[in-house]
């Protein structure tokens, strides 16, 4: 959803990862505010910090995702966990500020891209990649949830979208 022939087949940071070939998603969105207004939202992501800017009441326990730049959700680092439900969820593996936020477990990565456009906005271009072993289970799981992580990622980067492009990148003290 959203992304570009030439977003789907570039190689982005974690496709090394994994196997060539591995399956996975590209979605993407425009917005009207530049990278160092968009990278503080994708900071503070995750479960039990600023959410998942999607439908709170599903995926983060009725909590409503941060409205605001929250300094203290600020620090994120290599090696700590995005939590995605209590007790699971992939690790930081790299972060370069206002490029990218590189998360990964065992055989799945996820890499949120930040590119600047021509016209000082900004490309979010989320990639999700899985390895898993090839069996019943997986396809089961894979029929369950892709519908529902389309849907889920969909409306967080359209939230990121809108709080990024009409939020300041902080909050006043």
Same mark, same amino acid.
């Given at each position: 959803w959203?992304?570009?022939?030439?977003? /789907?087949? #570039?190689?982005?940071?974690?496709d090394?990862l994994?196997?060539p070939g591995?399956?996975?998603?590209?979605? #993407?969105?425009?917005?009207?505010?530049?990278?160092?207004?968009?990278w503080?939202?994708?900071?503070?992501?995750?479960?039990?910090?600023?959410?998942?800017y999607?439908?709170?009441?599903?995926?983060n326990?009725?909590?409503p995702?941060?409205?605001?730049?929250?300094?203290?959700?600020?620090r994120?680092?290599?090696?700590?966990?995005?939590?995605m439900?209590?007790?699971?969820?992939?690790? /930081?593996?790299?972060?370069?500020?206002?490029?990218?936020?590189l998360?990964a477990g065992?055989?799945?990565?996820?890499?949120?891209? /930040?590119?600047?456009?021509?016209d000082?906005g900004?490309?979010?271009?989320?990639?999700?990649?899985?390895?898993w072993?090839?069996?019943?289970?997986?396809?089961?799981?894979?029929?369950?949830?892709?519908?529902?992580?389309? /849907?889920?990622?969909?409306?967080m980067?359209?939230?990121i979208?809108?709080r990024?492009?009409?939020?300041?990148?902080?909050?006043?003290?």
């Open positions: 959203g992304a570009t022939e030439q977003e /789907v087949a #570039a190689e982005m940071p974690g090394h994994l196997r591995a399956p996975g998603t590209t979605r #993407a969105i425009s917005i009207a505010a530049p990278p160092e207004r968009v503080p939202w994708l900071l503070q992501i995750g479960y039990g910090r600023g959410g998942w999607s439908y709170d009441w599903l995926d326990d009725g909590v995702s941060a409205d605001r730049i929250d300094p203290e959700l600020q994120l680092a290599v090696g700590d966990r995005i939590v439900i209590p007790g699971m969820g992939p690790v /930081v593996r790299e972060i370069e500020p206002n490029h990218h936020l998360s065992d055989a799945d990565t996820w890499c949120l891209l /930040v590119q600047p456009t021509a000082g900004t490309r979010l271009i989320s990639r999700w990649r899985q390895d072993p090839k069996g019943p289970a997986t396809a089961a799981w894979a029929a369950i949830a892709d519908p529902g992580a389309f /849907v889920m990622e969909r409306k980067l359209l939230t979208r809108e990024a492009g009409s939020a300041p990148a902080t909050t006043p003290s």
